[in-house]
Every structure is written in C-alpha cells, then in structure tokens.
C-alpha cells in the first residue's frame, strides 16, 4: 500500500509552546489529508479535512486557532498545535487518500505522533 | 453525526480460533475499509471493500460488504499471536461528506497462546 509518514513520531513540549507535526505521503499525491486525535482506548476522533491550497475543513468543536493545519503541497500536511497545554496531551494521526479519478480510494495512515505536554 | 456500531468491543480468545467482528450503521456507505493498530502505531489498511455484496479476502482475513451497504463484517481464520491488536471499521459516506471517513469504536482482540 501507499506510504505516509508522519514526524515526530513522539515530542514532549512545555505548557505554552508551540509543536508542528508533518505528515508526508511518500509514493503517492494526496489531494485530501485528514487529521485525526486518539484518546487511549478510543477510536479516532477527525479534527479536520485539509485539500491541498485551501483552507482547511473543521470538525465542530475543534478549535480553529488551536489546532492550524497547512496543506501547501500535494505530498504535505502540517498540524501545529499552538499554546500547548497539558489537556492537548493525546495521540495525533495524520491519513492521506490517493489521487485518482476514481471516486473510492483507501486512507493510509502515519505512524501517528504522541503529544504530551507537561 | 454519523456512527458505527461495532462489535464485540473485545474478544479473549484461543490461539487457532476463529475470529468474527461485524459493523452496522443506520446509513448507507460506498466504502468500508478495516484496519488493525497496534499500540503506539497508526491504523494499518487490511481490506478495503467497494461494492455491494462484494466478499475479499487477505490471507486468513476475510471481510464483506453487506447488501444493504449498512453492515460489513471481518473474519479471521486460525487466529496466531500476531493478530493482536485493536481492529476498526471505517466507512465512506455516500454524498454530502463522502470525502471523511466514520469509524466504528474497535474490537480489541487478546489470544491467550
């Protein structure tokens, strides 16, 4: 299957800094990528819907100047969580959809990136 | 918004046992896809399933897409250590929001040896 990577696969930050993760497809060009976060024992929650040269899509309730994602090309996807807190604490997953012409293609998924804020 | 019910949400079972798990939804979906992740690892793709009816098979993995387009299930035959792992289904929307996908709550599966 296609390949994303997502980078740092952990990263502990202080209360009030800022962390970026990326998230690359490696073999493929992925018009859409999706951000994802993950509480122990519990499914993946989106966050939001990133189309490369656009803003982003959020989910209801996620906060926008929170959580900014950038998808400036069709290989790279940007989540940076601003002014850290100990509650961001959590694990991030990144997915990337292939770009076809067909209408249903698979979601890969990084490595994820565990966040925790201290 | 949209769900998945799946089910069991764990299994304890047997090394060489037979595994079933199954997804259902009130709403209809082009796409059902499942995934296993490992602790500290993203999802990894098992099967994708794109059609009505369609039954795919992946080494000891089989999984269908139901008739309806509402339910899928995932089998997994002569289960090994290797199997554990927390497995979900994942469903593409059919129309508004077909870009996202929903996923079910997992099934956690331990095999005692």
């Known amino acids: 299957g296609a390949v994303v990577s997502q980078h740092p696969s952990r990263v502990i930050c202080k209360s009030g800094t800022s962390v970026k993760i990326e998230c690359r497809s490696l073999d493929f060009q992925a018009t859409t990528m999706f951000w994802y976060r993950q509480f122990p024992k519990q499914s993946l929650m989106l966050m939001a819907t990133s189309n490369e040269g656009s803003k982003a899509t959020y989910e209801q309730g996620v906060e926008k100047d929170k959580f900014l994602i950038n998808h400036a090309s069709l290989t790279l996807s940007t989540l940076t969580v601003t002014s850290a807190h100990p509650e961001d604490s959590s694990f991030y997953i990144c997915?990337?959809?292939?770009?076809?012409?067909?209408?249903?293609?698979?979601?890969?998924f990084g490595q994820g990136t565990r966040l925790t804020v201290v | 918004g949209q769900q998945l019910n799946q089910s069991p949400q764990s299994m304890f079972i047997q090394e060489g046992e037979d595994v079933s798990m199954n997804c259902t939804s009130s709403s209809i979906f082009n796409t059902w896809l499942w995934y296993k992740q490992d602790p500290g690892e993203g999802p990894v793709l098992l099967i994708a399933l794109y059609k009505a009816g369609e039954l795919t098979s992946n080494g000891r993995l089989t999984a269908q897409f139901g008739i309806t387009r509402k339910d899928s299930f995932l089998n997994i035959s002569a289960s090994i250590p290797s199997d554990v792992g927390i497995y979900f289904c994942?469903?593409?929307?059919?129309?508004?929001?077909?870009?996202?996908?929903?996923f079910g709550q997992g099934t956690r599966l331990t095999i005692n040896p």
């Open positions: 997915s990337a959809r292939v770009l076809s012409g067909r209408v249903n293609t698979e979601a890969f």
């Open positions: 994942a469903g593409q929307l059919k129309g508004e929001g077909a870009q996202k996908l929903v």
